[in-house]
């Protein structure tokens, strides 16, 4: 896992709503941490459900949720974004 406060700090990519003076704001939950991990090991969404016992649908929430923290329009541009490629 990586540090979800250390994460984008001050990334100008990340919309001013989502960013304080300080740094980054928007807290990644456990799930979407491990999604994300997952996700970056090149997972598909099918894996990610099985190997966390969740739907796929809920897998898909969870990316949806983490794209729109990184403000990502894709797999590849979430993981740049969360500097985990």
Excluded: C, Q, W
């Amino acid at each position: 896992m990586f540090d979800t406060e250390t994460i984008l700090l001050n990334n100008p990519n990340v919309p001013g709503t989502m960013r304080k003076k300080e740094g980054y704001e928007a807290r990644f939950t456990r799930r979407e941490n491990e999604v994300l991990t997952l996700l970056a090991k090149g997972l598909t969404r099918d894996e990610i459900a099985a190997k966390l016992f969740i739907s796929a649908e809920t897998v898909k929430m969870h990316t949806k949720n983490l794209y729109k923290k990184v403000n990502a329009k894709n797999k590849i541009d979430a993981l740049i974004k969360a500097k985990m490629i």
